[in-house]
């Protein structure tokens, strides 16, 4: 997932930049070794994660009351702004924030974070 060759993609994107976690504990993922330079693990619990992505977050299941669980990426590219028309087309869910669109995919129960 994390090879150079699979960050740059026909549509614009430069790289996957976050992977974001909800209740997920840090130690399996830092036995997994060093991650490359401009990706983070970003962990939040339920809780924050709500905060920092505002009622989209409300497009994010639970797994569970305990269950940890993958939720959202953040893909950076410069064609960023476009993504808001391009959702309404399909029919997702859809936010535009000042520096950021957010943009749900129900089906696959993840949240897709577009910035510059």
């Known amino acids: 997932m994390f090879r150079d ?22 130690e399996p993922y830092v036995q997994l070794g060093e ?4 990706f983070e693990l970003v962990y939040w619990t339920r809780k924050t994660f709500d905060e920092h992505f505002g009622a989209m977050a409300s497009h994010i299941g639970s797994r569970g009351p305990h269950g940890p669980r993958y939720a959202g ?14 959702a309404k087309t399909a029919g997702l869910p859809v936010q535009v924030d000042a520096d950021r669109v957010l943009v749900a995919l129900p089906r696959f129960d993840t949240l897709l974070e577009f910035k510059p």
């Open 35 to 38: 991650i490359a330079a401009g």
């Open 5 to 26: 060759e699979w960050q740059h993609h026909p549509n614009g994107a430069t790289s996957l930049s976050a992977l974001h976690l909800i209740d997920a504990a840090p």
């Open 73 to 86: 990426i953040t893909v950076r590219t410069p064609t960023w702004q476009s993504l808001e028309q391009k």
